[in-house]
């Protein structure tokens, strides 16, 4: 189940359990607030959508904290003007946790994820671990016999790369 809400002038989806940052509202921390300019309402497939607002919808949220967004820096330049400001800003935000949706609270589903987190984890095989250890010696004994070979430089290369050095060297002469 989530909805589509104004609040401050900005339009959030939310849903149950969820925390939202908007601009800063003047309520105190642990406060209840109510929500009322609801303008979306989906629930197990089910929308309806308000002209702008659902009449008798709104959505409950406490507040978490009051807090400061990052710093944004501001510089503005002209060129060949010599004008350049360097402004920083940082907005205040105030963190809503969302509690019910029209009134309905959905229910909670932690119960799955704390049988999965009690159960310990299976340990390989013995199977597993040999055939393991065995991939793993195979490798070892591949990279000791990996070595270098030794490079083998002919005679007559050498004399082919001195005749080529002797060509481009220039013929004396008159300048």
Same mark, same amino acid.
């Not at 671990?129 to 070979?149: N, P, S």
């Not at 430089?153 to 002469?173: I, Q, R, W």
């Given at each position: 189940?989530?909805?589509?809400?104004?609040?401050? %002038?900005?339009?959030?989806?939310?849903?149950? +359990?969820?925390?939202?940052?908007?601009?800063?509202?003047?309520?105190?921390?642990?406060?209840?607030?109510?929500?009322? $300019?609801?303008?979306?309402?989906?629930?197990?497939? $089910?929308?309806?959508? +308000?002209?702008?607002?659902?009449?008798?919808?709104?959505?409950?949220?406490?507040?978490?904290?009051?807090?400061? %967004?990052?710093?944004?820096?501001?510089?503005?330049?002209?060129?060949? *003007? %010599?004008?350049?400001? *360097?402004?920083?800003?940082?907005?205040?935000?105030?963190?809503?946790?969302?509690?019910?949706?029209? +009134?309905?609270?959905?229910?909670?589903?932690?119960?799955?994820? !704390?049988?999965?987190?009690?159960?310990?984890?299976?340990?390989?095989?013995?199977?597993?671990?040999?055939?393991?250890?065995?991939?793993?010696?195979?490798?070892?004994?591949?990279?000791?016999?990996?070595? *270098?070979?030794?490079?083998?430089?002919?005679?007559?290369? *050498?004399?082919?790369?001195?005749?080529?050095?002797?060509?481009?060297?220039?013929? !004396? %002469?008159?300048?």
């Amino acid at each position: 189940m989530y909805a589509i809400v104004e609040i401050a %002038g900005q339009q959030f989806k939310v849903e149950e +359990g969820k925390k939202i940052f908007v601009h800063r509202l003047r309520t105190e921390d642990g406060k209840q607030i109510d929500f009322d $300019k609801v303008l979306l309402i989906e629930d197990e497939g $089910k929308i309806t959508i +308000g002209e702008p607002v659902i009449k008798d919808a709104k959505v409950e949220g406490k507040v978490v904290n009051q807090v400061r %967004g990052d710093k944004v820096i501001v510089f503005k330049k002209k060129r060949k *003007k %010599g004008y350049r400001v *360097k402004n920083g800003h940082r907005q205040n935000f105030t963190q809503v946790e969302i509690v019910s949706i029209n +009134g309905k609270t959905s229910p909670k589903k932690p119960a799955s994820k !704390k049988v999965a987190a009690e159960v310990p984890p299976a340990e390989p095989l013995p199977e597993k671990k040999a055939q393991e250890k065995k991939a793993e010696a195979k490798k070892a004994a591949a990279k000791k016999t990996e070595t *270098k070979k030794p490079e083998t430089k002919k005679v007559a290369d *050498k004399k082919s790369a001195a005749k080529k050095t002797e060509s481009k060297k220039p013929a !004396k %002469g008159n300048k």
